[in-house]
């Protein structure tokens, strides 16, 4: 989510750029993180330096309050559909709403397809969810899937997110077609097969310079979701009828398992432990705690709540002081893990994550006790059927990946091998 952002970026960068990459405590630091460069505006939500997360964690933070029936404020609301470019994209903050987006700013698609999911579920949004939609439908890859910025080699992040803007505006992301390839083509390309017994079912970011893909569970998590066409709310599947392994097919897997090899990966995963483990060197044996609420969705999504409940249980005892320090985006994350499995947010671990939310950004209009007031953006229509070399799509996104590090927030990659089957 905004983290993952951060962290597929990071991992591209390590991949592509070969660049160091420094050690982060998963567990919050005790220093107070340093004063924003950029005044908070009025409407957002949170704390921090707005400049690489702004409108993702405004976005997710109004999905999950309209997921749980709260009415967000009309200024956090306005503060939202205020960044977006006559075109349609959303860059990551724009200071300065008053100038015209130009060529300098750097619009993404996971911003814009993270606008579209909380605009589309507010409702009152059409025109600019459709603005919006017709952008990344714009910059689409000819292989169907989408990188983080308009030109560069798709990811499983990106085209997964976007998958999740098309299904929350009523849209078969199948059906979006570029070249006659879809996202699910992408999705194909980055899954490992399941005879790989070290990595197998899991989804690469994107492949290395030699064309090899190597596991990656953010990327993983993310791409369960696309090969369902689902977005961040999602509610538990229906249990599989076929087990609980990965398999191979001797013709292309189709969406829907694509999802349970992913699926297989994430739940032998986090069988152990009860949580995935970063990547990052010097802190592999640390926990990925938005990483962990983003794989208890998936396997949700994908009816495997027998393998989400261990890790649910863990995020309830273990969530509450990373999710204090990281903020609204971690807040939303806990929140679409606990209504994906059917918990309640506001009795999580003893917290009310709705109440700690809404106390990081303006007072909401209403909030009520309902918890199942945002339908599932997901469809199950689709469960059944270059190089990146130009600098602009990466080192301005690398600057805010290293300024992430640097105020301490923990990424969530992970590269780990695990056996195929849970």
Known sequence: MNIRRSAAALA??????GVAVPAVAATPSPTPSPTPSVAIPDGLYGAT???????WRQSLAL??????????????????????????????????????????????????????????????????????VTWLKSVQNVDGGWSYTPGGASDANSTSVVAGAMAAAGQQPSQVKKAGKSSYDA???????????????????????????????DATAAGVLGALGK??????????????????????????????????????????AGYLKSALPGAEDQPDYGNTADAVVALAAQGWTRYAKKPLGWLEQNSAAWAKQSGPAAYAQLIFAAHAMGADPRHF????????LNATGPTPQATTKATD?????????DADK????DSGHGVWWIVGVFLVVGIGIGFLISGRGRKRQP
């Open 12 to 17: 591209a960068a390590t991949v592509v750029l």
């Open 49 to 55: 330096d707005p400049t690489y997360d702004g409108v």
């Open 63 to 132: 999905l999950a309050q309209r997921t749980t029936g709260v009415t967000p404020a009309d200024r956090a609301v306005a503060w939202l559909t205020g960044q977006q470019c006559a075109n349609g994209a959303f860059a990551a903050f724009r200071a300065d709403t008053a100038k015209a987006c130009d060529a300098k700013l750097m619009v993404d698609t996971n911003s814009t397809a993270a606008a579209v999911q909380a605009l589309a579920a507010l409702g009152g949004h059409q025109a600019e969810t459709e603005k919006a």
């Open 187 to 217: 999705l194909v390309k980055l899954s490992i097969r399941c005879d790989d017994d070290a990595e197998g079912g899991a989804f690469a970011y994107q492949p290395d310079k030699k064309g090899g893909l190597a596991a990656n569970a």
């Open 231 to 272: 977005g961040f709310v999602t509610k538990a599947g229906k249990a599989p009828k076929d087990g609980y392994a990965c398999g191979n097919s001797p013709e292309p897997l189709t969406p829907f398992e694509l999802a349970r090899n992913g699926s297989a990966y994430l739940a032998q995963s986090v069988r152990e």
């Open 349 to 356: 671990g003893g917290a009310d994550l709705v109440a700690q």
């Open 373 to 381: 007031q945002a339908a599932d953006t997901g469809t199950d229509a």
């Open 386 to 389: 270059k190089d990146d070399s």
